[in-house]
């Protein structure tokens, strides 16, 4: 079963730093995009940054210049290093894959388990 493995969250104080790390577990195939969102408590779920594979990535505004996503294709993995942290960055934030092309068939829209990153002092 192809899933996606998220780590790294937790608990940090305002212009604090935290790595976000997604794996892909049950094939050696790697997704065309791989992504990080998030959801806030109340808000919808928002695109936080995007990378595809072997192109450059895409960042929400919000994050601009304090994010960076990054995969590690030989890993089949990405990473969200988070920078100068904001109370507003505070959510759970899930790993997507849009497409594994494997052998046995194509799998669509994966998402992570999720992990919670909390922003407060």
């Known amino acids: 079963q192809v899933q996606l493995v998220e780590s790294g969250g937790g608990l940090v104080q305002p212009g604090g730093s935290l790595r976000l790390s997604c794996a892909v577990s049950?094939?050696?195939?790697?997704?065309?995009?791989m992504a990080w969102y998030r959801q806030a408590p109340g808000k919808q779920r928002e695109l936080v940054a995007a990378?595809?594979?072997?192109?450059?990535?895409n960042y929400a505004d919000s994050v601009k210049g304090r994010f960076t996503i990054s995969r590690d294709n030989p890993k089949n993995a990405v990473y969200l290093q988070m920078n100068s942290l904001k109370p507003e960055d505070t959510a759970v934030y899930y790993c997507?894959?849009?497409?594994?092309?494997?052998?046995?068939?194509?799998?669509?829209?994966?998402w992570g388990q999720g992990t919670l990153v909390t922003v407060s002092s």
């Open positions: 997507n894959a849009d497409r594994i092309g494997t052998p046995r068939g194509t799998y669509r829209d994966i």
């Open positions: 990378v595809s594979r072997g192109g450059s990535p």
């Open positions: 049950g094939t050696a195939f790697s997704p065309d995009t």
